[in-house]
């Protein structure tokens, strides 16, 4: 049985972060761990409070891990403060684990700041060094980079900013790419660029697709997948989970976790 560790924050509403990586996690056949950074009081209308963990506490619940269960992957997502992100990069380092995947947590569906401004330092500093992959939305990769991103060009510019910072391996994610027919994610691995396309849908049910990206690259570099192959899939994961959504609440609903699976299960069947 393979094992993966998400660090990242709850969300109530179950469409994102901890939650909504578990799920992924179990259905891609994988045994989920967690460390919880903070507490949110969320839904599909927006973030209504954060209430972060202390260093301390996402600590000891790393080293549970870490001093029994261990981790085949790790993928951090809403770490909130420069403090816990010190903090993990330290316990990173510690159990040598391998795959980490770094989804750079900023912003909410609903535009509710996720990171603190001085954590975006800590990020590039201690995690990115660390990072077998990261991968940034638009937004958060113009954050990272100080740089604007319209074009496959920039895409391709900001990607090779990230591996200078040390990133093994960078996907910038097209879901920004509002204007665009197709949503096109770049993955850079230092020396080659690969695009992985989708069909845009039109739809306001996107809550916690970046969360669920990451966790499937989690997932199959846990299992012993390369990167292509595990952005691959996350790709198609992602697709199924958006096309085939649960319209729940009122505002930006959750995605449909095991809509892949079941799709491949029709396949099999025929």
């Known amino acids: 049985m393979k094992k993966a560790l998400t660090i990242a924050g709850s969300d109530s509403g179950g469409g994102a972060g901890i939650q909504a990586d578990l799920k992924t996690f179990q259905e891609l056949d994988v045994f989920g761990m967690t460390a919880i950074t903070a507490v949110t009081a969320q839904n599909t209308l927006g973030v209504q409070a954060v209430y972060p963990m202390s260093a301390e506490a996402v600590v000891k ?27 993990v990069s330290e316990k990173l380092k510690q159990y040598q684990w391998e795959n980490i995947v770094v989804d750079p947590v900023m912003i909410a569906k609903g535009g509710a700041s996720l990171l603190q401004q001085e954590a975006i330092t800590a ?14 939305n638009i937004p958060e990769a113009e954050v990272l980079t100080g740089m604007k991103i319209k074009t496959i060009e920039e895409k391709k510019e900001a990607a090779k900013r990230l ?41 306001s049910n996107t809550h916690g697709t970046g969360c669920t990206f990451s966790a499937v690259i989690t997932a199959e570099l846990a299992k012993g997948a390369d990167v292509y192959k ?41």
Request: proline share 2%.
């Open 163 to 203: 591996w200078n910072l040390g990133v093994n391996n960078i996907v910038i994610k097209g879901g920004h790419d509002e204007a665009a027919s197709e949503s096109r994610d770049i993955l850079f691995d230092g020396k080659d660029y690969y695009s992985f396309t989708s069909k845009r849908i039109l739809t």
């Open 230 to 270: 595990a952005v691959m899939i996350a790709k198609d994961f992602i697709q199924a989970a958006i096309e085939d959504d649960l319209r729940m609440g009122g505002g930006h609903g959750p995605t449909n976790h095991w809509a892949y699976r079941k799709r491949i299960k029709k396949e099999v069947i025929k």
């Open 123 to 136: 990020l590039k500093e201690y995690l990115l060094p660390l990072a077998t992959v990261i991968t940034p």
């Open 61 to 87: 619940q790393i080293e549970a891990i870490g001093d029994d269960l261990g981790a085949d992957a790790v993928k951090t997502g809403m770490l909130f403060s420069a403090e816990i992100i010190k903090a």
